[in-house]
């Protein structure tokens, strides 16, 4: 579902001809050294693919050209190991259509104090060389990610690592199929959005289809599926009564395993690797798909409830992004809260559809009435999450700008068992408090839909809204909501003025 291992990072490193040969043979050297070192990092996943030096306009317009139009190339890190006058970049820069990171490093960590002479100094330059680098990516107005740091230190590579997953996130957002299987809930308004628009800006496609669509594809089920389907069941959860073999609802679990495998068939087919339905939509499908969903999500697949499209994305691209790290990640809502005169905190859930990778052990596989859309039953995955620092993002469309709102928070374990809760939850506590957070989060106008990750951090969605133009609002421990307010004005005009949709 997730295959990163064609991709590449290039590493692109600055200087000039002045130099001469020799410097320019340890300039090669030195950076051959540094890429080397990044490659096998562990904290960076992707390829980090050397490029030979570039010291003139053209050898720098050539390989922005290269990286532009070699489809596993999915991002740029650029390091002036000396200085290389930056009207030189000027041509290059302004094709270039993949991320950037500016890694302002040096080749040596320490000054050699006894050694050091003006031949060293005109080699280890990227102190200035950086900075003319610099200034022509701000002249152009040129959004990039810069780290700064000697390349050795994890704290580089962590953040390098992170940025280059933010890089796969972009480029799987670039060639997204999602398949919206009925349309938006009822005149439910946050769900909706200007799909033209999302194509232009994020280059994901988001097309209808019907519930008639996937059953073509349940009708092909065979009874062989269907049956080792129904094993994986029974051998991964915990079985209610009603489920197992005998049970009363048993034929149920036949009817969600068909309709599990119809969906993964009819995304499969179709390239889909996000989608979303809705209760209301359901035509002939027996139940709302709920274990479908989740162990769809489980497997990477975005999805979004209720017609919720741009969540669907967000929860494929996020899930690529986390791709190997520790943490789960799921589509979430904001169900329910729990105030008490000391702390308050939010119990995230849905009807059904909340993805089992963030499950604190093995889930129970229950049958419950859903109480809304009169179809029958619907089995689903339940489960507590654990507890620990995570992430709600929320993308939302402003009418001129989609705003990614981001809220810092705190899983905790709940207080006590839920044993009449027949959905998988999360309980959080929310930065800096609920009553400030929930404060921003309604005045950004943040959806009740979110994407809920303990894999990445708030430093993963800014560069991912920096790539892609978009506003972004982080509440976090330090959010004040006058500022907040004042924040939210000034975007109001830099996106009216400077980065309006055409
Ligand atoms: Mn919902």
Same mark, same amino acid.
């Given at each position: 579902m997730?295959?990163?291992?064609?991709?590449?990072?290039w590493?692109?490193?600055?200087?000039?001809?002045?130099?001469? +040969?020799?410097?320019?043979?340890?300039?090669?050297?030195?950076?051959?050294?540094?890429?080397?070192?990044l490659?096998?990092?562990?904290h960076?996943?992707?390829?980090?693919?050397?490029?030979?030096? /570039?010291?003139?306009?053209?050898?720098i317009?050539?390989?922005?050209?290269?990286?532009?139009?070699?489809?596993?190339?999915?991002? /740029?890190?650029?390091?002036?190991?000396?200085?290389?006058?930056?009207?030189?970049?000027?041509?290059?820069?302004?094709?270039?259509?993949?991320?950037?990171c500016?890694?302002?490093?040096?080749?040596?960590a320490?000054?050699?104090?006894?050694?050091?002479?003006?031949?060293?100094?005109?080699?280890?330059?990227?102190?200035?060389?950086?900075?003319?680098?610099?200034?022509?990516?701000?002249?152009?107005?040129?959004?990039?990610?810069?780290?700064v740091?000697?390349?050795?230190?994890?704290? /580089?590579?962590?953040?390098?690592?992170m940025?280059?997953r933010?890089?796969?996130?972009?480029?799987?957002?670039?060639?997204?199929?999602?398949?919206?299987?009925?349309?938006?809930?009822? +005149?439910?308004?946050?769900?909706?959005?200007?799909?033209?628009?999302?194509?232009?800006r994020?280059?994901?496609?988001?097309?209808a289809?019907?519930?008639?669509d996937?059953?073509?594809?349940?009708?092909?089920?065979?009874?062989?599926?269907?049956?080792?389907?129904?094993?994986?069941?029974?051998?991964?959860?915990?079985?209610?009564?009603?489920?197992?073999?005998?049970?009363?609802?048993?034929?149920?679990?036949?009817?969600?395993?068909?309709?599990?495998?119809?969906?993964?068939?009819?995304?499969?087919?179709?390239?889909f690797?996000?989608?979303?339905?809705?209760?209301?939509?359901?035509?002939?499908?027996?139940?709302?798909?709920?274990?479908a969903?989740?162990?769809?999500?489980?497997?990477?697949?975005?999805?979004?409830?209720?017609?919720?499209?741009?969540?669907?994305?967000?929860?494929?691209?996020?899930? /690529?992004?986390?791709y190997?790290l520790?943490?789960?990640?799921s589509?979430?809502e904001?169900?329910?809260?729990?105030?008490?005169?000391?702390?308050?905190?939010v119990?995230?859930?849905?009807?059904?559809?909340?993805?089992?990778?963030?499950?604190?052990?093995?889930?129970?596989?229950?049958?419950?009435?859903?109480?809304?859309?009169?179809?029958?039953?619907?089995?689903?995955?339940?489960?507590?999450?654990?507890?620990?620092?995570?992430?709600?993002?929320?993308?939302?469309d402003?009418?001129n700008?989609?705003?990614?709102?981001?809220?810092?928070v +705190?899983?905790?374990?709940?207080?006590?068992?839920?044993?009449k809760?027949?959905?998988?939850?999360?309980?959080?506590?929310?930065?800096?408090?609920?009553?400030?957070?929930?404060?921003?989060w309604?005045?950004a106008?943040?959806?009740?839909?979110?994407?809920?990750t303990?894999?990445?951090?708030t430093?993963?969605?800014?560069?991912?809204?920096?790539?892609?133009?978009?506003?972004?609002?982080?509440?976090?421990q330090?959010?004040?909501?006058?500022?907040?307010?004042?924040?939210?004005?000034a975007n109001?005009?830099?996106?009216?003025?400077?980065?309006?949709?055409?």
């Amino acid at each position: 579902m997730i295959d990163i291992s064609k991709k590449e990072i290039w590493f692109l490193t600055g200087s000039q001809d002045l130099y001469g +040969e020799e410097t320019l043979k340890q300039v090669a050297a030195d950076s051959q050294e540094v890429v080397k070192g990044l490659d096998a990092s562990k904290h960076i996943p992707i390829k980090i693919v050397y490029k030979p030096t /570039v010291k003139s306009p053209s050898e720098i317009l050539q390989v922005c050209q290269d990286a532009n139009s070699n489809p596993n190339c999915i991002g /740029v890190i650029t390091w002036m190991h000396t200085f290389s006058p930056a009207k030189m970049w000027i041509g290059g820069l302004n094709i270039l259509n993949k991320p950037l990171c500016h890694l302002h490093t040096q080749f040596n960590a320490e000054i050699p104090w006894e050694d050091i002479d003006m031949d060293y100094m005109n080699l280890h330059q990227s102190a200035h060389g950086d900075r003319e680098f610099g200034f022509i990516m701000s002249r152009l107005r040129k959004k990039r990610k810069v780290i700064v740091g000697h390349w050795k230190t994890e704290r /580089v590579q962590q953040r390098l690592g992170m940025w280059t997953r933010v890089a796969l996130g972009w480029d799987e957002i670039q060639n997204l199929k999602v398949a919206r299987i009925g349309d938006n809930m009822r +005149e439910v308004a946050v769900t909706e959005g200007d799909k033209v628009e999302a194509q232009m800006r994020f280059g994901m496609s988001v097309n209808a289809y019907d519930s008639s669509d996937v059953i073509a594809h349940m009708d092909k089920v065979t009874d062989d599926e269907l049956e080792a389907l129904i094993k994986v069941y029974e051998e991964s959860y915990n079985l209610s009564d009603r489920l197992k073999e005998g049970g009363e609802q048993r034929q149920s679990l036949y009817d969600a395993a068909k309709i599990e495998l119809g969906l993964r068939s009819f995304l499969d087919a179709g390239g889909f690797k996000a989608f979303t339905d809705t209760f209301e939509n359901l035509g002939e499908l027996k139940q709302l798909p709920g274990i479908a969903t989740q162990r769809l999500m489980a497997d990477g697949y975005g999805f979004g409830g209720e017609g919720d499209w741009k969540t669907a994305a967000m929860t494929r691209v996020m899930k /690529v992004m986390a791709y190997g790290l520790e943490g789960g990640t799921s589509f979430m809502e904001d169900y329910t809260y729990h105030f008490t005169p000391e702390k308050s905190y939010v119990l995230g859930s849905h009807m059904l559809e909340i993805c089992p990778t963030i499950s604190d052990g093995k889930p129970s596989c229950e049958i419950h009435p859903l109480g809304i859309g009169g179809k029958e039953d619907p089995v689903r995955l339940v489960f507590n999450s654990p507890a620990g620092p995570a992430i709600n993002a929320s993308l939302v469309d402003m009418g001129n700008r989609f705003r990614l709102i981001v809220n810092e928070v +705190e899983a905790v374990k709940p207080m006590a068992d839920l044993p009449k809760l027949p959905v998988a939850r999360v309980l959080w506590d929310c930065k800096p408090d609920l009553d400030i957070a929930a404060t921003a989060w309604i005045l950004a106008g943040g959806a009740h839909h979110t994407v809920y990750t303990q894999a990445l951090t708030t430093e993963c969605m800014e560069d991912f809204a920096d790539i892609a133009g978009i506003e972004l609002l982080v509440i976090d421990q330090n959010t004040n909501i006058r500022q907040f307010k004042d924040t939210m004005n000034a975007n109001e005009a830099y996106y009216h003025i400077f980065n309006r949709r055409n």
